[in-house]
């Protein structure tokens, strides 16, 4: 980077800038491709250029964003994804540049070498304010998100969750309904590559965490408990971990909101063989895990470690939450005003 401050340093970059306005005729595009290359240059690496530096050369890169070739947007598009990536001062520059809506349209793209760095430029600047995100919402950015879940590069798979997670956990749970992403979301938690579904889970977990009842038991519709008891299979912690707090977050919402509901929960984790890998956490080596895993089998069937016998475990649960129904009633019943529950896990 020591050249580039130099470069820097003595001019290089109005030099590039004027170049680039001087290119009317042919050989245009080939010109432009590598002024936009030397920008990108310029304006990227570790440590990162002074902003206040490269600024005057974002608004000459924002306007290479209509180029008709890929190199010279996928140049410009890395700038951006770099700048970005500054937090929220490099968030608010890139909204100053004016150029979201075309990021958002970029995702329709065709090429990985542009979709990579857009794609990445949006999981940052979704982590902006309200009004930020707002603002990208109203570009229609969910659709284009979906048909980023089915692109073959896994890369940009992993991103696309990002980029939907951010929204969600910025109360826009239901527009991602809407926009019918669940389903796919879903199908990622299952067995695939591991940060595609450390993500995915991701994003299911900040929906439980986040959401309302309607919109947890809409995730049990579309099938994410047997999702959540294959993400106990991963090899990567962090996804079992999202995958049982998750599991921990429905069972106790829905023990407050419907005991039949929780028992239907707990049938399916049942059903789906989950009941022996949460046994099987008991003695996991990260406390978290283990510590996690005996919250939710006390929550779901009490105290005592259920059996292997379906019959006897589905006893279980409905003896279980028949006290707990008449403790409830009876706690209501004597303290009607308490803000406070002896039904804590």
């Given at each position: 980077?020591?050249?580039?401050?130099?470069l820097?340093?003595?001019?290089?970059?109005?030099a590039?800038?004027?170049?680039?306005?001087?290119?009317?005729?042919?050989?245009r595009?080939?010109?432009?491709?590598?002024?936009?290359?030397a920008?990108?240059?310029?304006?990227?690496?570790?440590?990162a250029?002074?902003l206040?530096?490269?600024?005057?050369?974002?608004?000459?890169?924002?306007g290479?964003?209509?180029?008709?070739?890929?190199?010279?947007?996928?140049?410009?598009?890395?700038?951006?994804?770099?700048?970005?990536?500054?937090?929220?001062?490099?968030?608010?520059?890139?909204?100053?540049l004016?150029?979201?809506?075309?990021?958002?349209?970029?995702?329709n793209n065709?090429?990985?070498?542009i979709?990579?760095?857009?794609?990445?430029?949006?999981?940052?600047?979704?982590?902006?304010?309200?009004?930020?995100?707002?603002?990208?919402?109203?570009?229609?950015?969910l659709?284009c998100?979906?048909?980023?879940?089915?692109?073959?590069?896994?890369?940009?798979r992993?991103?696309?969750?990002?980029?939907?997670?951010?929204?969600?956990?910025?109360?826009?749970?239901?527009?991602?309904?809407?926009a019918?992403?669940?389903?796919?979301?879903?199908?990622?938690?299952?067995?695939?590559?591991?940060n595609?579904?450390?993500?995915?889970?991701?994003?299911?977990?900040?929906?439980?965490?986040?959401?309302?009842?309607s919109?947890?038991?809409?995730?049990?519709?579309?099938n994410?408990?047997?999702?959540?008891?294959c993400?106990?299979?991963?090899?990567?912690?962090?996804?079992?971990?999202?995958?049982?707090?998750?599991?921990?977050?429905?069972?106790?919402?829905?023990?407050?909101?419907?005991?039949?509901?929780?028992?239907?929960?707990?049938?399916?984790?049942?059903?789906?063989?989950?009941?022996?890998?949460?046994?099987?956490?008991?003695?996991?080596?990260d406390?978290?895990?283990?510590?996690?895993?005996k919250?939710?089998?006390?929550?779901?069937?009490?105290?005592?470690?259920?059996?292997?016998?379906p019959?006897?475990?589905?006893?279980?649960?409905?003896?279980?939450?028949k006290?707990l129904?008449?403790?409830?009633?009876?706690?209501?019943?004597?303290?009607?005003?308490?803000?406070?529950?002896i039904?804590?896990?």
């Amino acid at each position: 980077m020591e050249y580039r401050d130099i470069l820097l340093a003595a001019g290089a970059l109005p030099a590039l800038m004027h170049a680039i306005n001087d290119c009317k005729e042919q050989p245009r595009v080939i010109v432009v491709r590598e002024i936009a290359r030397a920008l990108s240059k310029l304006c990227c690496g570790k440590p990162a250029p002074d902003l206040l530096t490269i600024e005057p050369a974002l608004s000459v890169l924002a306007g290479l964003l209509s180029s008709q070739n890929v190199e010279t947007v996928e140049e410009a598009c890395c700038v951006f994804n770099e700048v970005s990536s500054r937090g929220e001062i490099g968030i608010r520059v890139v909204f100053q540049l004016g150029i979201v809506r075309q990021l958002v349209e970029l995702l329709n793209n065709a090429s990985a070498k542009i979709l990579l760095p857009v794609i990445k430029t949006l999981t940052h600047i979704t982590q902006g304010d309200t009004s930020q995100l707002q603002l990208i919402m109203s570009y229609n950015i969910l659709p284009c998100l979906l048909k980023s879940l089915n692109h073959g590069v896994k890369e940009i798979r992993e991103d696309a969750c990002r980029v939907i997670s951010n929204i969600i956990t910025r109360d826009q749970i239901q527009p991602v309904i809407d926009a019918g992403i669940f389903p796919k979301v879903i199908e990622l938690m299952r067995p695939s590559e591991d940060n595609i579904q450390k993500e995915a889970t991701r994003a299911v977990y900040n929906t439980i965490l986040q959401g309302t009842h309607s919109h947890v038991w809409y995730l049990i519709g579309e099938n994410v408990l047997p999702a959540l008891c294959c993400s106990f299979q991963a090899h990567n912690k962090e996804v079992v971990q999202l995958a049982l707090d998750g599991l921990k977050k429905m069972l106790h919402v829905n023990l407050y909101q419907s005991f039949d509901k929780l028992e239907t929960i707990v049938m399916e984790i049942c059903a789906c063989d989950g009941m022996n890998a949460l046994k099987s956490f008991l003695n996991h080596q990260d406390s978290g895990i283990s510590t996690c895993a005996k919250n939710i089998i006390e929550l779901a069937f009490g105290t005592h470690l259920i059996s292997d016998n379906p019959e006897s475990s589905l006893a279980s649960i409905q003896y279980y939450n028949k006290i707990l129904r008449t403790g409830k009633c009876l706690f209501s019943c004597f303290y009607p005003n308490s803000q406070y529950s002896i039904f804590t896990v």
